[in-house]
């Protein structure tokens, strides 16, 4: 049996007829950009994450700028991003003329090593992009005592992580900004493009609605340069379908992972966790290093498990289960196969080799089939092809 890394047919067959009505809705207004349908979206977003306001916007990479452009963050100015993440979080940073300096991350959980972005901070670094990856919770106290200690504005890359907490605190609303994206794949997903941006200064969040329309403050006075960065009404109502249900579906996750972590575990070769030693305090290895390495979870926060990425440490053994997997059809994808520092288009900044971690992990990680809607005869397919493999 095949078995997709993402099936959206499967969530959108039992909401379809609401999904239907909202698009005939959005139809006969004849309102489609901004308007009524946007703001009732951001005001329960704002709700479900326990903020004043948000933002909509027209993608999780413009949220991204938005911040920046708002926080006034341009030429001259470097900006820590990882260099293990979706490129978007280092391009964000190029488009406002910027510059990306890539720190390193934690081999087991993925997200940014505090003590490689404290080496990183020079006296021109203005702000700091951690990226909650795969839905992890990055580890933010000692990410803020940094910014802190050096005046750094902090951007929460939250794209892949809506629904995460710190502590109770959701991600995306601790630090200055907050960016979530709702690209398809994501935990809360449109059916196109769409993004979200908080920030915790009310007077940010004013300079945000004006930058998004192009700096325009009162109809057709522009006291900033803005850019089109507007979410549709039709991608907001048909995302305020889906709304009541991401607390439900993030549980669903959770339970997928819960349940993969359980089935893997008894695997031969198949180890859990991280060594301890790490600055994000992941959860204790449960032995010694193996063939296949499950997803260390953080102790600091939750997991909304936007993928499920094991690490296979072996040189090509990530390679040899991926053809095994494809050969099989069951889903499986590298995020991510390239450093970001390692990019051709960021050769000029002279910072390839400088994350040895992040360069490691490109060749050692695999994500499985991750979704709310993965039932257990799909995930005991991929569990017994993994288990064919290492057997074999
Ligand atoms: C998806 C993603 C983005 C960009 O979001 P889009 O809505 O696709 O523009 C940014 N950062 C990370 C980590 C992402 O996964």
Same mark, same amino acid.
């Not at 990882?82 to 978007?88: E, K, L, V």
């Not at 993030?250 to 893997?264: C, D, G, M, P």
């Given at each position: ?164 907490? *710190? ?12 960016? *979530? ?154 995020? *991510? ?56």
């Amino acid at each position: 049996m095949a078995v997709p890394l993402l099936d959206l047919k499967a969530q959108h067959a039992s909401l379809a007829e609401e999904l239907r009505e909202t698009f005939a809705r959005v139809l006969e207004s004849g309102r489609f950009v901004l308007g009524g349908e946007v703001e009732r979206f951001e005001a329960a977003m704002a709700e479900w994450l326990g903020v004043p306001a948000t933002l909509g916007v027209s993608s999780g990479t413009d949220a991204l700028i938005v911040a920046l452009m708002a926080a006034g963050v341009g030429p001259g100015d470097e900006v820590i991003v990882p260099s293990f993440t979706f490129f978007a979080t280092a391009g964000s940073v190029s488009r406002v003329g910027a510059t990306p300096v890539f720190a390193d991350v934690c081999p087991h959980c993925f997200t940014l090593n505090p003590e490689e972005v404290a080496r990183m901070v020079t006296p021109r670094t203005k702000a700091l992009i951690p990226v909650h990856l795969f839905g992890q919770t990055a580890p933010l106290e000692a990410l803020f005592r940094i910014a802190q200690e050096n005046g750094l504005i902090v951007i929460e890359d939250a794209a892949q992580s809506l629904g995460a907490r *710190y502590g109770d605190q959701p991600n995306g609303t601790l630090g200055d900004f907050g960016a *979530y994206s709702f690209f398809p794949t994501k935990n809360l997903g449109a059916l196109g493009d769409g993004g979200l941006l908080v920030a915790r200064d009310p007077a940010m969040q004013e300079r945000i609605r004006f930058l998004r329309n192009h700096g325009d403050t009162s109809r057709y006075r522009h006291d900033y340069v803005g850019g089109n960065f507007r979410l549709d009404a039709l991608q907001a109502a048909l995302l305020e379908v889906k709304c009541p249900h991401l607390d439900g579906w993030i549980e669903k996750r959770q339970a997928v992972a819960a349940r993969y972590r359980a089935l893997l575990q008894e695997l031969p070769g198949v180890v859990t966790g991280c060594p301890g030693d790490c600055a994000c305090q992941c959860q204790p290895q449960t032995g010694p290093e193996g063939r296949l390495v499950l997803p260390a979870t953080a102790l600091h926060g939750t997991h909304t498990w936007n993928q499920f990425t094991l690490r296979l440490p072996f040189p090509g053994e990530r390679d040899a289960l991926r053809n095994w997997l494809n050969e099989r059809q069951i889903g499986n994808q590298v995020y *991510y196969p390239v450093a970001l520092n390692e990019q051709p288009c960021f050769a000029p900044l002279g910072q390839a080799g400088s994350t040895p971690v992040a360069q490691r992990l490109t060749g050692e990680v695999l994500s499985l089939p991750m979704f709310p809607e993965l039932t257990p005869a799909q995930q005991d397919e991929v569990v017994e092809a993994i288990r064919d493999w290492l057997q074999a």
